[in-house]
T-cell receptor, first 116, second 115 residues
């Protein structure tokens, strides 16, 4: 079974600085998808960024980018120019490329604090 | 993306009662998923709901406790039956949109507290 590990329970960053959240995963599959979700105090899960395993290019969404190292099974999230609104729980998630009824497997999350 | 509405957003429930959570999507989707997030924890899949067939439950979750309906391609309900304080959680509906492997989007969640 696939597992996702987020080794940083909490992280903090100064406003306007850059922070990197770590995520590693374990799988024997070659076709899969990786995601970062953000959960602010409102509790809604918001998609931040996604990465297809077959793509070598790292995904980028505005201030958010990933460092995807397939061989190392690592998928870190970099937040640039951090803003107060970035404060939230961040969850890394894995999904098999088989699609259909395949579920998301989540890490335990990293709580990000942004200091003014 | 899909717009997913859940009701109720929050409720306080008495021990031993049951509550049904509704999930409405603004477009037709094949797969709908129900997750549970216990306080301070990550998300755990309860079951997958496919229209026209019985839901598929994950290990540790049973239909008698969490019956699910999926009457059409835009709507599903999850019932939490005979609630106990251990059922106090956020329950999230999610859907897959697009082709194989495409993104899963979440509703706002239903925050249940059992007293």
């Amino acid at each position: 079974a696939q597992t996702v590990t987020q080794s940083q329970p909490e992280m903090s960053v100064q406003e306007a600085e850059t922070v990197t959240l770590s995520c590693t995963y374990d799988t024997s599959e070659s076709d899969y998808y990786l995601f970062w979700y953000k959960q602010p105090p409102s509790r809604q899960m918001i998609l931040v960024i996604r990465q297809e395993a077959y793509k070598q290019q790292n995904a980028t969404e505005n201030r958010f980018s990933v460092n995807f190292q397939k061989a190392a099974k690592s998928f870190s999230l970099k937040i640039s120019d951090s803003q107060l609104g970035d404060a939230a729980m961040y969850f890394c998630a894995y999904r098999s490329g088989r699609g259909g009824s395949e579920k998301l497997v989540f890490g335990k999350g990293t709580k990000l604090t942004v200091n003014p | 993306s899909a717009v997913i509405s859940q009701k109720p957003s929050r409720d306080i429930c008495q021990r031993g009662t049951s509550l049904t959570i509704q999930c409405q999507v603004d477009s037709q989707v094949t797969m709908m998923f129900w997750y549970r997030q216990q306080p301070g924890q990550s998300l755990t899949l309860i079951a997958t709901a496919n229209q026209g067939s019985e839901a598929t439950y994950e290990s540790g979750f049973v239909i008698d406790k969490f019956p699910i309906s999926r009457p059409n391609l835009t709507f599903s309900t999850l019932t939490v039956s005979n609630m106990s304080p251990e059922d106090s959680s956020i329950y999230l509906c999610s859907v897959e949109t697009g082709r194989r492997g495409n993104t899963i989007y979440f509703g706002e969640g239903s925050w249940l507290t059992v007293v």
